[in-house]
Every structure is written in structure tokens, then in C-alpha cells.
């Protein structure tokens, strides 16, 4: 009896160190390939961060900066661990040139900020800079910088980070880039991994003994570290080596326990019947659910997790194979596999989806372990089933939130560019359309009801266009208020027309919004072609084209891709870098001046100041490049570049004593709502002395429908300053009259439109006289514009228009010309004086 025990004990010692070591074996293997995961997913996002990167560095000085900048918007978009993009030149990136190499990528240690350049470089908001250089004819010319973002990364970490582990990302250089390791990679672990690039060394700190696995990665000069500390590794085993101990003890009890009850039989026996009812209770009292079949994999019986797991009792299963569990869901050739497996007395563990009794999917992880007799040959089989379908459930909801946006429930950018890259790439028949949905007025919502009502539309418009798209097309909310749906295999054309306009019909509907109601319409651009002829980028082009094209048609409608779209973008975007060309020189912008004069006296009260553009010898109208500019943003340029060049003649007319009255710039909406031009104004009187007095700003009717909080600062500032404001083509916008009355204007321009239906047309006549009266009664002057022969001067001057102008009085000239002009101007009115 004694060597029973002995050998009970020997065997607990071997049975726990074997635990012990398995254990250390499941921690270096979950280690590496924690370290081989967490490698590839910094890797992808760094391949794809420095794509995007080097994409923006190629051609970079040739490109200008307006593309440039839709290109890092278009990027960046679709690029959450990336920040910002900045173009750099070589002597302003000094982070870059200090660490400058024949790398074609640069990764710079953490930088406080958010972004490169950021003026606020707080110690807690930190970012990431990535420097890839571009050239110029051969030379290093700068670096395109990328400010990744640290919280992206620090996501990829923290479901490691959640489990007990330790997760770090070094340079090869030793700065940490985040993680919560030590500040700087030693010397000592920085020669190991130049050693070998990848491995596993444990080690022992004031915490206790760790396994410490480390990656370099083969791509970028990075490292990453994973330690997890053997105390959490063993906590599992130290578990279950209680309780093994715990059985060990029991058994052992239970022989000495034998040994006495060989002198009382009965009493022994009653003795072994409670130890055995004892461990059934235990296992039939056991969280997972466990079955035991025979070698043919009948079942013998289940403990009560399975009959709670599966809804069968032991009755209901005795007899019968798990094939009763089966859900339908694998396929043959998984079941043959699990078969091989055991019959060869091996274990088998992978996750299975079983039918519960009442029909619904139940997700396991199952492990079935053949039980062997002395000759080898199968006696048992026994599985244990752990319910996971709550955890898969989980990851499926995971998986469904990075495909799908957040405010829709739509697909997102992302998932849905990926559907139409696999759909061109593997289906090689049939037709495709795609279909891209831009709402018309969406800034004005946000910028007037809030952003909780641009939201409120978003959603409404993505549930009509949900009851509108078929059940084959995928619907997506690019972004922003840009959506699309694509279809494939698509119907006829005229079915693609009939789906098109039936979109714009439903979202041109009222929009209402608590007490509020809004019009809101839709641009609709498709694209079709059959899928073997054409690639995803291709295709979303020229929807992207058809969109713009709808957009100027007038809005509120749809247009199909043709050729001379792209003709039309080739010209626009020529047009934007002959107009960027222009602004650096001196030989094809110029002003000209239209002179404004009294209704009453005819003398000269002021000018209106007129861009013109010459190039290669041909005139190009301001209708043309105008709203281009105000498109790509170059408006803000061109605006500057006209308040400097007016000014600066306003002080040479002063300077030589010439009286040119007030002068009136004209200003776009864009450059009210979107920059500073108030303030850039003052400092150009400033520079050139000019008194604010002599200076008007000019505005259309139509900038005053968007109230923005920008717009209303540099309207404040303007009549703080004493600068006149004029309303131009006022009647051809939908301005409110309060507002009209709130602004307290100087000026109210009537449209040209409307002055040559004087004499012609009565209903003209009618709003030009009531648009005089209003103007009168909200202390406004008028000003007519467009006025062309003698009976339209007359009409405007005894209904009460204040100034006249127009090709009656003089066009628009140089300034040269213009004081040729007033001097003649002069003379002819004295010379009328005299005879009067």
C-alpha cells in the first residue's frame, strides 16, 4: 500500500510539471504569435499609410495646390491612421533632413502636436511623422510628411493590452513610439535583434519571471515587443493543479480509506459507491457540456451543461450519434477530417456550429479526446463542448461596425469600395451601373438648423433610398452627404434612367425639421459599361464626372457619363493651372474700371473694379473661370491678388491728386465664408494708406442664404471699419428682408436683368421701383447696373435711383484709359455748365 501511495505521488509530481511546462509552451506560442499578428497589422497600416504618402510625393512640384489638395483630402479619407499629409520643402523639414538617408521612407520619434506644424504642441497630444522625400529634376527637393495618428495605433494594441500583456514599438534607432515598455530600446536587446530579427528571451524583473517576444520587422525599421508574465501564463494551470491535488488527495484518502475497510467489507464498499458518486456529480455538475460515446460514436451519456446547451436530455440522445446536433452549416469534408482524426487515437479541437433542439444556430468549441484501453484500441470517445456564441456574436458585430457607418447603417466608403473592386475584378460578364447621389443644400442645413438636423437628414435620405434601390444593389454612404449604389448585373438603361430620376424625385421632397422646412435636392451621376471593359477607379470617375456635370446643369437632376465630360474636366483642370500660371506672373491678369455716376448731376461718384484675364492672346470671360476658381478654392488667392493690385492704384490716383470716387471690389462667397478677408483687407489700407472711406465691398444677394459664423465676423468687421457695403444682382437671389434689415447694408445694386425690361417690359418696371422704395425705407442707396440708352436713365433717376452705371456712361477700361476718361468727363460736364 505504501508503494501505491508512492507511486501516486511520483505520478501528481509528473502529472504537474508536465501541466507546468504545457503551460509555458501555450504562453511562448500565443506569445509569437500574438507579435506575428500585431507585426502584420502595424505593417498593413503602415504600407498603407506610405503608399498614400509616396502616391502625393510623385510629381509633387508639378502638381498644383488645389489638386494637391484633393488628392491628400481623397487620401486621407480613406486612411483613418493617417492625420494629415503636408507637401515640405527641404529646408523646412528639418525633423526629416536630420535623419535624411537613401531610404525611400523615414519613420521621426513621437512629436508633441496633433499634426506637423501644429501651433499647438501640447506634451499629451502627440503624433507620429513619417517622411518620404520627393525630387526635382534629380534632386531632393522636400518631403511629403505624415502625421500618423497615435490613437489608431494604440487601438491595434489595446485588445492585447486588455489581456495582461505588455505591448511595445520601438525604432530600430531605441525611441519608443508608443506601448508600455521602456522609454528606449537597450543597447543589449538592440543587438539581439540584429542578431536574429525575431525570438523569444525570458527574463525576470521586480514584477516576477516574463516571456518577452520580440519582432523586427522586415519591411520598416520597427520593433515589436510583447512580454506576458509567467504568474498569469500559470494561473490557469496553477487552477487546475489544485484541483488535481485536490483528486490526488481524495484518491489517496480513498486508498488508506480501502486499506481500512479491508477488515469491514460492506463498510468498504459503501465507502468506494460514495467516492464514485461524488466524481459523477462532479462532472455531470461541470460548466461545459460533456458527451461520452462508444468507438461508433453512439452516445452513452451527457451531463445536465449539455441537455441546458442543446435542449436533449440523456434519454432523448442515448443511443443516437451527434449527427442529431447537426446544424448543415460544414460541409462533408469537415466531418471526415474530425472522423481521421480521432479514429487515430489523436485529439481534435476547432469551432463547430450545432443545432440546438428548437432550431437555432449554437456556436461551440468543441474537444474530443479518444480514451484508449491497454491495447490501443478505442473504448471512449469524450467531448466537451464550450458555448462561445456570445464571443462570435461579438466579433460579428465587430466586423459588421467596421463595414458599415455609423449614422446610416449603410455600407461605408471602404466596404463599399472593396464590393466594387471584387465585382469588376472576378465577375467577368454582364453590366454594371454605378450611381453617385450628392445632395444639393446640405451645407445650408448644417449651417443654419445645426448639425443634429443634418443628421436627422442623412438618415431620412438614406431610408428613401433604401425603399428606392433594388435588393441586388449595394448602398453606401461615401461620406459627408455623398452616397452611392452600384448594380451588377444591371438592368437596361432605361430602367438605370427610370431608377436615377426616381431618386431625384423622392429627395427633392420638403425637408421638415421641428418648426422648419427646407427644399432639398439631389445631383445624380451615373456610369455604366460593361464590367469586362473597365476598372473600379474608371468607373467612379466618371460617375464622379456625371455627378459634377448634374451638379451644373442646374442641380435637382441627373446626367449619364459621356466622352466630353471628361473633355470638360480636362479643360477645367487646365483652366485651374493656366489660372494659378496667371497669378504668378504679370502679363495676363489686369483690372478694369466701370465707371458709376450720379442719376441727378452725371458727375463720377465711384468705379467698379473688374477682373480680366488675357492669355496667348485671347480673352477669357470672367463667367468661365470665375466659378472654377471658386470651386477649387483659388478664389481666395485671386481675391487677394485683386484687393492688392486695387489698392495699390487707388494710392497712385491719390498720390497725383485724381478723383475717382468710391471704389467697389467685388468679393465672392467663398472668400466670406471660408477665409479672413476682412482682416487681410484693413492690413492692405494699412500698407498702402488708403482711408476705408474711399473703399466699397461688393457682394451677391445669393452669399447671404448661408449664415456661417465666418461671414457674419467679417461683415461685423467691414462696418466697424467704416467700408461700405453694397448688395449686387439683388433680385435674383432668395435673401430674407429681415436679414436684408440686419445687415444694414449701404448699397442695393439692381440686377442688369431687370433694368433692360425699363421701357419694354411693365412687370420689370414694377420691381425695379419697389425694390427702390424698399431700399429707401432701410437707409440704402441704389445703384442700377446694365443701363444702356438715355429713357432707362430717366426712368431710374425720377423713381429715386441714386447712381447710375452702364455701357451708357462708359465699359469697363484700364485704368490708364479710365483717366483719359474722366478728364474728358470733366470738360464735357463743365462745358454744359457754361452753357447752361
Not at 143 to 169: D, T
Request: aromatic share 8%.
Amino acid at each position: 500500500m505504501v508503494i501505491i501511495l508512492l507511486v501516486m505521488t511520483v505520478s501528481l509530481q509528473h502529472i504537474l510539471g508536465r501541466g507546468h511546462q504545457r503551460a509555458l509552451e501555450e504562453q511562448l506560442l500565443t506569445n509569437t504569435s500574438l507579435a506575428y499578428a500585431l507585426e502584420d497589422s502595424v505593417i498593413r497600416s503602415l504600407q498603407a499609410a506610405v503608399g498614400a504618402l509616396q502616391t502625393v510625393a510623385l510629381d509633387a512640384e508639378e502638381r498644383s495646390k488645389a489638386t494637391s489638395n484633393l488628392l491628400t483630402q481623397r487620401l486621407l479619407r480613406g486612411l483613418p491612421q493617417l492625420r494629415s499629409i503636408d507637401v515640405v520643402v527641404y529646408e523646412q523639414a528639418s525633423l526629416c533632413a536630420e535623419r535624411a538617408s537613401n531610404a525611400d521612407v523615414l519613420f521621426l520619434p513621437v512629436q508633441a502636436g496633433r499634426y506637423w506644424g501644429d501651433a499647438f504642441r501640447l506634451a499629451e497630444l502627440q503624433y507620429w511623422p513619417v517622411c518620404v522625400p520627393y525630387f526635382s529634376q534629380g534632386a531632393l527637393a522636400g518631403f511629403v510628411i505624415g502625421s500618423l495618428n497615435m490613437h489608431y495605433f494604440q487601438s491595434l494594441f489595446q485588445s492585447v493590452s486588455a489581456s495582461r500583456r505588455e505591448v511595445s514599438l520601438y525604432l530600430f534607432s531605441g525611441e519608443k513610439i508608443l506601448g508600455e515598455g521602456a522609454d528606449f530600446l537597450s543597447s543589449a536587446r538592440r543587438e539581439v535583434v540584429m542578431d536574429r530579427s525575431w525570438g523569444d528571451l525570458r527574463e525576470q524583473n521586480e514584477q516576477g519571471s516574463y516571456l518577452d517576444s520580440y519582432r523586427a520587422t522586415s519591411f520598416y525599421p520597427l520593433v515589436i515587443s510583447l512580454r506576458s508574465y509567467n504568474k498569469d501564463a500559470l494561473a490557469n494551470w496553477q487552477s487546475d493543479a489544485q484541483i488535481v491535488r485536490t483528486i490526488f488527495s481524495v484518491l489517496a484518502i480513498a486508498v488508506v480509506l480501502m486499506l481500512v475497510m479491508y477488515l469491514v467489507f460492506r463498510h468498504k464498499r459503501d465507502k468506494v459507491q460514495g467516492s464514485n458518486h461524488l466524481l459523477s456529480m462532479a462532472i455531470r455538475s461541470a460548466a461545459n457540456a460533456i458527451f461520452i460515446t462508444d468507438p461508433k460514436g453512439r452516445i452513452e451519456w451527457v451531463n445536465d451543461a449539455f441537455t441546458t446547451l442543446t435542449g436533449y436530455s440523456l434519454k432523448q440522445v442515448r443511443g443516437k450519434t451527434p449527427r442529431i446536433l447537426n446544424s448543415g452549416v460544414h460541409e462533408r469534408p469537415f466531418f471526415q477530417n474530425l472522423w481521421e482524426t480521432i479514429s487515430q487515437g489523436k485529439s481534435w479541437r476547432n469551432e463547430l456550429v450545432n443545432r440546438h433542439k428548437n432550431g437555432q444556430f449554437v456556436t461551440v468549441e468543441q474537444t474530443i479526446t479518444p480514451i484508449l484501453d491497454s491495447a490501443g484500441e478505442v473504448e471512449y470517445f469524450i467531448a466537451v463542448h464550450e458555448d462561445i456564441t456570445v464571443r462570435k456574436e461579438a466579433e460579428q458585430q465587430v466586423l459588421y461596425m467596421a463595414q458599415h457607418d455609423d449614422l446610416t447603417g449603410l455600407s461605408n466608403r471602404r466596404y463599399f469600395e472593396q464590393c466594387l473592386d471584387e465585382c469588376v475584378s472576378q465577375r467577368h460578364y454582364g453590366s454594371i451601373a454605378l450611381l453617385f447621389i450628392d445632395l444639393d443644400r446640405f451645407k445650408e442645413i448644417n449651417d443654419t438648423l445645426g448639425h443634429e438636423a443634418g443628421d436627422v437628414l442623412l438618415k431620412r435620405v438614406a431610408k428613401k433610398l433604401e425603399r428606392i434601390a433594388p435588393d441586388e444593389a449595394l448602398l453606401s454612404r461615401l461620406g459627408g452627404d455623398e452616397f452611392a449604389l452600384f448594380l451588377h448585373p444591371a438592368q437596361q438603361a432605361s430602367h438605370i434612367h427610370h431608377l436615377a430620376q426616381a431618386i431625384v424625385d423622392a429627395l427633392a421632397q420638403p425637408f421638415e425639421y421641428q418648426d422648419t422646412t427646407f427644399s432639398v435636392s439631389c445631383s445624380v451621376g451615373v456610369a455604366m459599361s460593361d464590367v469586362a471593359d473597365i476598372d473600379s477607379s474608371s468607373l467612379l470617375r466618371q460617375a464622379d464626372l456625371a455627378m459634377y456635370r448634374a451638379k451644373h446643369s442646374g442641380k435637382n437632376t441627373y446626367r449619364f457619363f459621356d466622352d466630353s465630360m471628361d473633355e470638360s474636366m480636362q479643360r477645367r483642370v487646365a483652366t485651374q493651372r493656366h489660372l494659378e500660371e496667371a497669378m504668378s506672373q504679370d502679363d495676363q491678369l489686369s483690372l478694369f474700371f466701370q465707371p458709376q455716376v450720379h442719376s441727378r448731376t452725371n458727375q463720377v461718384v465711384g468705379v467698379e473694379v473688374l477682373i480680366r484675364w488675357r492669355r496667348l492672346g485671347e480673352w477669357i470671360s470672367p463667367a468661365v473661370f470665375i466659378p472654377i476658381a471658386e470651386d477649387s478654392g483659388q478664389i481666395i488667392e485671386l481675391g487677394r491678388w485683386i484687393i492688392d493690385r486695387t489698392l495699390s492704384q487707388v494710392a497712385d490716383w491719390r498720390a497725383r491728386n485724381i478723383e475717382v470716387g468710391k471704389v467697389s471690389i467685388n468679393i465672392s462667397a467663398v472668400q466670406l465664408s471660408n477665409s479672413e478677408v476682412a482682416y487681410e483687407l484693413l492690413n492692405a489700407l494699412k500698407h498702402y494708406k488708403v482711408p476705408s472711406e474711399v473703399i466699397a465691398i461688393e457682394f451677391t444677394e445669393t452669399t447671404l442664404m448661408v449664415r456661417s459664423a465666418q461671414l457674419a465676423r467679417n461683415l461685423a468687421m467691414l462696418r466697424a471699419n467704416n467700408i461700405s457695403i453694397a448688395i449686387d444682382d439683388f433680385g435674383t437671389g432668395y435673401c430674407s428682408l429681415s436679414y436684408l434689415k440686419e445687415l444694414e447694408a449701404n448699397y442695393l445694386k439692381i440686377d442688369q436683368s431687370f433694368v433692360r425690361g425699363i421701357g419694354d417690359i411693365e412687370s420689370d418696371e414694377c420691381i425695379v421701383s419697389a425694390t427702390i422704395a424698399m431700399a429707401k425705407g432701410l437707409n440704402m442707396e441704389v445703384i442700377a447696373e446694365g443701363v444702356e440708352i438715355e429713357y432707362q436713365a430717366q426712368y431710374l433717376a425720377e423713381h429715386g435711383c441714386d447712381y447710375l452705371q452702364g455701357y451708357g456712361f462708359a465699359r469697363p477700361m484700364p485704368a490708364a484709359d479710365l483717366e483719359v476718361w474722366l478728364e474728358q468727363r470733366k470738360q464735357t460736364l463743365n462745358a454744359e455748365h457754361v452753357k447752361a
